[in-house]
């Protein structure tokens, strides 16, 4: 099991940057996938980004390919998104998430999940 906190969100202009951190507990953070998921208000939550337990590989949603980029330290325990170029429609509740399996992205269902940090961008 590991829990998750998320830090870095704030209120930024239009074409600012954010960086977002994901501190987890545990020992076991490198046996984990990492990904963060936002939610704006009225819609459905949608998956941002991921990576898989070594960094090796990462995912994007098209919406923001280009302009964030998700790593991770395992010696840290720590995940992080890079976020640039923001537009007031990335406004939203961004959570990071993990699980051990991340086998294809549009079937991931991670089942930790932190509280979620506030983004807000204005024009």
């Known amino acids: 099991q590991v829990q998750l906190v998320e830090s870095g969100g704030g209120l930024v202009q239009a074409g600012g940057s954010l960086r977002l951190s994901c501190a987890a507990s545990?020992?076991?953070?490198?046996?984990?996938?990492v990904g963060w998921f936002r939610q704006a208000p009225g819609k459905e939550r949608e998956f941002v980004a991921a990576?898989?337990?070594?960094?090796?590989?990462?995912y994007y949603a098209d919406s923001v390919k280009g302009r964030f980029t998700i790593s991770r330290d395992n010696a840290k325990n720590t995940a992080y998104l890079q976020m640039n170029s923001l537009k007031p429609e990335d406004t939203a509740v961004y959570s990071c998430?993990?699980?051990?399996?991340?086998?294809?992205?549009?079937?991931?269902?991670?089942?930790?999940w932190g509280q979620g940090t506030q983004v807000t961008v204005s024009s």
């Open positions: 998430a993990a699980d051990p399996t991340l086998i294809t992205i549009a079937a991931w269902s991670p089942r930790y």
């Open positions: 545990g020992r076991t953070f490198s046996s984990y996938a």
């Open positions: 990576i898989r337990r070594s960094g090796g590989n990462t």
